[in-house]
């Protein structure tokens, strides 16, 4: 599906889709409490969608109402899966649902997903897994899916590196359901602001997780519970990141509503990144404002939020000077390299970009439309329509399907800010 966006002025608001990593997370803790639990305004996205299916394979009951899932939980007692659990695109699925397939008292559990997701490695989780208790192995060696899991989960101890945050919050939602304590030491975490928005769901739930402040040592009480959830899910601010940096570039207003400056969320560091480079932001009873400002370009520690690069390695190209995106060499570990794949999609429209180990140095520059490639990941190819809508004539983009992961109204969104994009026939 090809997207072409032409050059546009975008200005009003954008109501936000919610939290795709709190939706997954209400349902994978729905999913494993006893009762029955209601998640208010989850995310409508495919993401959402392979969580919904993966917890449904393992035996919790989830059915669909105006705006919330019901969810009939299992009571920390998976069933054994009918079919293989296909995952899809979710990485985050598969991190999580890997997890809780090891609590099976019996049989055992087949994994897999997408082309991408089978890439993305998932080998540290699963060795962990296997020091705790379960057997966990890949069906073609090595670290990536498709995985065979049998139980049972017991606790223990083990060591893990964070490279991505995945594996810690897969490994924190589903001990506490083991029947012994479990002690994890993390000697490297990326993604940090990931495994505090877990702790924040495990202490709302009321399970005991005792850890350092710096989170290399977790201590996980076994034995433990979920009770049913009852919440409401707030707007991501993984999605919001392309309106609020679109908001920041020349004539542009944009007006983000639906969340919550309280949340957990690690993309909300983006407004401080849009501050640092200049754009004014309000925030209003209604949401929050971005104005057009010229921007300067400055030096970012990306390392809690690998996914809002791709929108500020576009952004980046409109600021004076030169803008350093640093310390994220995970972002390469995400649906695609985000850091070769922005390099090569932004020097197609002229940016002066080059590609560090770990991020990307972007220097000003006359970008123009072109044809880019969105390389089936959904922040690519939102990144690159707004780019597109700074640009005279038509850019296009292969590939525009890859945002139903988590933001499947973006173009409208788009749309109703003014800008210029539609589906090529």
Known sequence: MKLKVEGSTLRGAVSIPGSKSHTIRAV??????????????????????????AYTALGARISEEKNRWRVQGIGGRPQIPENVIDTANSGTTMRFSLGSAALLQGGLAVLTGDAQVRRRPCGPLAQSLTDLGAKVRATRGGSYPPFVVEGTLRGGKTTIEGITSQYISSLLLNTPLAEGNTAIHVPLLNERPYVQMTLDWLKRQGVRVDYAEDLSEFRVHGGQSYAPVQCRIPGDFSS???????????????????????????????????RQMGARITIEKDGIRVQAEALTGCEIDMNATPDALPMMATIACFARGETRLANVP??????????????????????????????????ESALHAGMLEGHGDHRVVMALAI???????VTTINGYEAASVTFPTFLDALSGLGGKARIAE
């Open 387 to 393: 780019a597109g809508t700074m640009l005279p004539g």
């Open 28 to 53: 994978a803790i729905a999913a494993l409490a006893e009762g029955e639990s209601l998640i208010e305004e989850p995310l409508e996205s495919e993401d959402a969608r392979s969580a919904f299916h």
């Open 330 to 363: 995970q972002a390469r570990l995400k649906e695609t390299d985000r850091i070769a794949v922005m390099r090569t999609e932004l020097e197609k429209l002229g940016a002066r970009i080059t590609e560090l180990p770990d991020g990307l140095v972007i220097e």
């Open 240 to 274: 919001a990141t392309f309106f609020l940096a679109a908001g920041a570039l020349s004539d542009n207003e944009v007006l983000c509503t639906g969340l919550d400056l309280n949340d957990t969320q690690g993309d909300k560091a983006v407004l401080d990144y849009l």
